[in-house]
């Protein structure tokens, strides 16, 4: 139906005849010419209808936005200063000989080139704001990075092997979405969090080198960075350690930047300890664009007169932090209250501050309530470890350290933001060296902080039975600009190693049967060393893009309720589907009752 794309015509095809079809992104009339701007996915192309050609004409004056065209016409130069350089055809028109109406459009309910709109009404109509030039740019930029994603792990040896959707419950941090079983009453299939025990099988069965795009599922409270469902690039090799799985994997993500985006990555990415990125940033996936640090006062605190920092310094998991803020002496007071009132999301009783005027005046060139409460020596410490100049404002943080860390890790991204300390540029990292597992209070017990299949670090595996808390794992994450964008491991190969992490995770012999008996049956029969690695597809092209949520890389989202606006999902069933099912429905008022 067309000879070429609107977007790519260009200089070269002056003279030539072309046929193109696309979408009416704008109509004008100028005094009896009309101009329409046609479009489809290369871009849009200038089309002129002159009345000396009467029936192309008469069809372009009752045409409208998101109509469909068929158009025959001639390529010919624009007129002397009207070219548009923002677009790729900006310096060549077509001449209308023919214009096809192919369907016609009711008025859509925004512009294509309207950014204002709310994300409610894009994602209602998203077939229409998949239209939009910024979206239709988003989803070939995935499709690029799947590509150069596939096209790298193909030269090294990868092979795409599918794992199964339906597969059984397992515990794998977050809630699984389960699918009722109409041939097995009363039983349930779960969609997979991720193909992690199917990937291991794999490695088991000697394929050696395997990966997949694969669609995970989670059934967990959502933000900008999460779906119900998402993509994972996922990655499992054999006889591979940790430094040479992390640096294949890094090769393949600079090597992606470079094709997809012409960028060159740092060769090799930094690394950092979990340890070291706590206490420096308060996080374990630190955006380095941001220059502050937190700096450590829990030593110095452990004497001060000040309750709130000395009984933190004397807990056994606490800790005293402070986050000095360049130039954050400008800070009105409504802004520092406006600050507190933050960290108070994330955990913090508070915030205690110190103005720095006079660095060399000591504690007569500083300004805060907290002052009087501190030594000299105390005061001297802090001016000390935290390099604060003049015009420096000065945060602390006191309390358990997951709340210290978690409260001054937020707050130091926001004051990067707000005070547009963020540099410019790519900043990726390597997280090493976690810890194998948490402590949940709730339940009062450890749990995994990755998955329980995660294998610890060389000589700690004693550590699993009398000192589960001191275990560091063979676990890696890499991050960039803030966003955690893959994370992985070196998995227990090991039936014995298995059934300690068992253990120090209280899952009894007969639990680990019943949820795990055939990994562990695998185990048994000269499972090889192995690890891999799981990318976050989608958050890797809303880096790219620029995007602030994932859902805009995506081409059919869910919002942060879960709900798909354009389908309406989810959506009741009828009860004959139910019963088939062997379900029965209990409405809230009744599971109230």
Excluded at 132 to 142: A, D, G, H, S, V
Excluded at 524 to 531: E, F, L, T, W
Aim: aromatic share 8%.
């Amino acid at each position: 139906m067309r000879t070429t794309y609107c977007g790519l015509i260009s200089r070269q095809h002056i003279g030539q005849e072309v046929t193109l079809c696309g979408w009416v992104h704008r109509r004008r009339d100028h005094g009896g010419v009309i101009f329409i701007d046609l479009r489809d996915r290369e871009g849009l192309v200038q089309i002129v209808c002159d009345p000396a050609r009467p029936e192309p004409f008469r069809v372009a004056d009752s045409v409208r936005n998101e109509y469909v065209l068929r158009v025959t016409g001639r390529v010919r130069e624009r007129p002397a200063g009207t070219a548009n350089p923002n677009i790729g055809s900006g310096e060549v028109e077509v001449l209308a000989h023919a214009v096809e109406v192919l369907n016609p459009s009711l008025p859509p309910p925004f512009l294509m080139d309207d950014d204002s709109i709310s994300e409610q009404v894009r994602l209602e109509y998203r077939v229409l704001d998949l239209r939009r030039p910024q979206m239709q740019k988003n989803l070939r930029l995935r499709h690029r990075v799947a590509m150069a994603v596939r096209r790298f792990l193909d030269q090294h040896g990868f092979i795409d092997i599918e794992t199964p959707m339906l597969t059984r419950s397992t515990p794998e941090g977050a809630r699984d979405f389960l699918v009722p079983s109409r041939l097995h009453a009363g039983e349930f299939y779960a969609l997979p969090q991720s193909p992690q025990l199917f990937k291991q099988l794999l490695m088991m069965a000697g394929f050696d080198r395997y990966y997949q795009i694969v669609k995970c599922f989670r059934d967990e409270d959502l933000r900008a960075d999460r779906q119900p469902e998402f993509t994972q690039i996922d990655v499992e090799t054999s006889f591979l350690d940790v430094p040479e799985i992390t640096a294949l994997m890094e090769s393949m993500i600079r090597s992606v930047f470079k094709t997809v985006m012409e960028i060159d990555l740092p060769d090799p990415f930094p690394r950092l300890t979990y340890d070291e990125a706590m206490a420096l940033y308060g996080s374990d996936k630190p955006d380095l664009r941001i220059p502050l640090k937190l700096t450590e006062l829990t030593d110095v605190m452990r004497d001060v007169e000040f309750k709130v920092f000395r009984d933190a310094a004397h807990l056994a998991d606490g800790r005293v932090a402070a986050l000095c803020v360049p130039g954050g002496g400008e800070l009105t007071r409504k802004e520092i209250d406006d600050y507190t009132d933050y960290v108070k999301l994330f955990g913090a009783k508070g915030l205690a501050y110190i103005k720095v005027n006079a660095v060399e005046k000591g504690s007569e060139g500083l300004q805060s309530p907290i002052l009087k409460f501190l030594s000299l020596q105390a005061i001297q410490a802090i001016l000390q470890r935290t390099g604060a100049k003049d015009g420096d404002l000065i945060f602390f943080g006191a309390d358990r350290a997951k709340v210290v860390n978690e409260s001054l890790g937020a707050l130091r991204l926001k004051l990067g933001h707000d005070k547009n300390l963020v540099e410019p540029g790519w900043r990726p990292l390597w997280v090493v060296d976690f810890p194998m597992f948490e402590w949940d209070d709730e339940e009062k017990r450890w749990t995994a902080l990755h998955h329980p299949f995660t294998s610890p670090a060389a000589g700690h595996e004693d550590l699993l039975e009398c000192d589960p808390g001191r275990a560091r794992s063979k676990a890696y994450d890499m991050v960039l600009n803030g966003w955690e964008i893959g994370g992985g491991s070196v998995r227990i190969h090991r039936q014995d190693v298995q059934s300690k992490v068992f253990r120090a995770l209280a899952i009894s012999p007969e639990e680990a049967e019943q949820k795990f008996g055939f990994l562990l049956r695998a185990l048994q029969y000269g499972a090889p060393p192995h690890g891999g690695i799981a990318f976050g597809l989608d958050r890797i092209v809303a880096l790219m893009a620029g995007a602030d949520s994932i859902r805009d890389v995506i081409a059919f989202p869910k919002t942060q309720r879960g709900q798909c606006l354009l389908t309406r999902a989810p959506s009741p069933v009828d009860e004959k589907q139910l019963r088939e099912l062997h379900i029965r429905v209990r409405r809230p008022e009744t599971a109230k009752a």
